[in-house]
């Protein structure tokens, strides 16, 4: 019965707000037509999803028009089905995109917040994509994109940030990284391409360990 409760009262709180006002207060926005949230609960929901990763929340709209809104702590992944004339091929991994929430540190207020990440990669080292939303002028029109910014999960909430991505991610891998330099160049994979990146943890993470 709790269970029920609250997530009809967290429903409810999406009808308070239009879609402007929750742009404002939830920012940056991913929409998609076709997806599902599961909880921790174990209940699923399918149907339009919006997705904001710098606020940890993400919102289910059903066939009925019911609008659901979840917090992050409440979700275990969020997945959605991407329509590839979307994503250019640099950033294309699959349709089938997975999101799941993180407990880190937000670099400009330096406090713990909870946020979104794409999981792009298998584990036990997992691969995440974090895209930021830029926007760019060209022949006097304004046109938005997006940036990609990488990092490896190491646990629940562990998130290691991939800010020079080469050197970082080898240097995690140290006793590794002769084995992946090779991998990469004899498969021209770069590790600025979210595709070819997840290529090469997904190879990093199936090398044994080195013996001692």
Same mark, same amino acid.
């Given at each position: 019965?709790?269970?029920?409760?609250?997530?009809?009262?967290?429903?409810?709180? $999406?009808?308070?707000? $239009?879609?402007?006002?929750? @742009?404002?207060?939830?920012?940056?926005?991913?929409?998609?037509?076709?997806?599902?949230?599961?909880?921790?609960?174990?209940?699923?929901?399918?149907? *339009?999803?919006?997705?904001?990763?710098?606020?940890?929340?993400?919102?289910?709209?059903?066939?009925?028009?019911?609008?659901?809104?979840? @917090?992050?702590?409440?979700?275990?992944?969020? @997945?959605?089905?991407?329509?590839?004339?979307?994503?250019?091929?640099?950033?294309?991994?699959?349709?089938?995109?997975?999101?799941?929430?993180? !407990?880190?540190?937000?670099? $400009?207020?330096?406090?713990? *917040?909870?946020?979104?990440?794409?999981?792009?990669?298998?584990?036990?080292?997992?691969?995440?994509?974090?895209?930021?939303?830029?926007?760019?002028?060209? @022949?006097?029109?304004? !046109?938005?994109? $997006? /940036?990609?910014?990488?990092?490896?999960?190491?646990?629940?909430?562990? /998130?290691?940030?991939?800010?020079?991505?080469?050197?970082?991610?080898?240097?995690?891998?140290?006793?590794?990284?002769?084995?992946?330099?090779?991998?990469?160049?004899?498969?021209?994979?770069?590790?600025?391409?979210?595709?070819?990146?997840?290529?090469?943890?997904?190879?990093?993470?199936?090398?044994?360990?080195?013996?001692?």
């Amino acid at each position: 019965m709790w269970k029920r409760w609250k997530i009809t009262v967290i429903g409810l709180l $999406s009808l308070v707000f $239009s879609q402007a006002t929750q @742009a404002q207060f939830f920012g940056y926005a991913q929409q998609y037509a076709v997806g599902a949230v599961v909880l921790t609960s174990g209940t699923q929901l399918r149907g *339009t999803v919006m997705l904001y990763p710098a606020r940890g929340v993400v919102q289910v709209k059903k066939a009925s028009d019911s609008v659901y809104t979840f @917090a992050a702590p409440m979700v275990q992944c969020v @997945a959605v089905e991407e329509q590839q004339e979307r994503i250019t091929a640099d950033k294309l991994v699959s349709t089938l995109r997975v999101f799941r929430p993180y !407990y880190v540190l937000n670099k $400009s207020s330096l406090q713990p *917040t909870w946020a979104f990440f794409e999981q792009i990669s298998d584990g036990p080292v997992a691969l995440l994509r974090y895209q930021r939303p830029s926007q760019y002028v060209s @022949a006097n029109m304004v !046109y938005s994109t $997006s /940036v990609d910014n990488f990092f490896l999960a190491l646990g629940t909430n562990n /998130v290691l940030p991939l800010r020079a991505t080469k050197k970082d991610l080898l240097a995690f891998f140290k006793q590794k990284a002769p084995q992946i330099e090779q991998y990469a160049k004899e498969n021209n994979l770069h590790y600025t391409n979210a595709r070819e990146l997840a290529f090469i943890v997904n190879y990093a993470n199936s090398l044994p360990a080195p013996q001692p």
